[in-house]
Nanobody, 125 residues
Framework: QVQLVESGGGLVQAGDSLRLSCAAS????????MGWFRQGPGKEREFVAA????????SYADSVKGRFTISRDNAKNTVYLQMNSLKVEDTAVYYC??????????????????WGQGTQVTVSS
């Protein structure tokens, strides 16, 4: 069992930045694809970004491309999401998730096996 704990969410103004962290414990996560998903009020959970085990493959949703950056530090069992130029539309609960080791990134949340509890990001205008 892999346990994931997100942190770093908060209330910010449009145009500001936030950095989310996801700390993993339990089974080693270094070989897993790690993803960030979000779920806004009344919306389905949607893909935000994901990164392969060695950071050789990275994928972003079109809505965040150019603004968000995903990274990971396997030595610290941590994955990050740097969010810049935040928009009101980015308001959501952000979840960290782990997919099994593979050579490609999957964006469907149903494929991810482990999930954190989520951290709230609220962007005001």
């Amino acid at each position: 069992q892999v346990q994931l704990v997100e942190s770093g969410g908060g209330l910010v103004q449009a145009g500001d930045s936030l950095r989310l962290s996801c700390a993993a414990s339990g089974r080693t996560f270094s070989h897993n694809v790690m993803g960030w998903f979000r779920q806004g009020p009344g919306k389905e959970r949607e893909f935000v970004a994901a990164i392969s085990s060695t950071s050789s493959r990275i994928s972003y949703a079109d809505s965040v491309k150019g603004r968000f950056t995903i990274s990971r530090d396997n030595a610290k069992n941590t994955v990050y999401l740097q969010m810049n130029s935040l928009k009101v539309e980015d308001t959501a609960v952000y979840y960290c998730a782990a997919d099994s080791p593979r050579s490609f990134i999957r964006t469907n949340p149903t494929y991810y096996d482990y999930w954190g509890q989520g951290t709230q990001v609220t962007v005001s205008s």
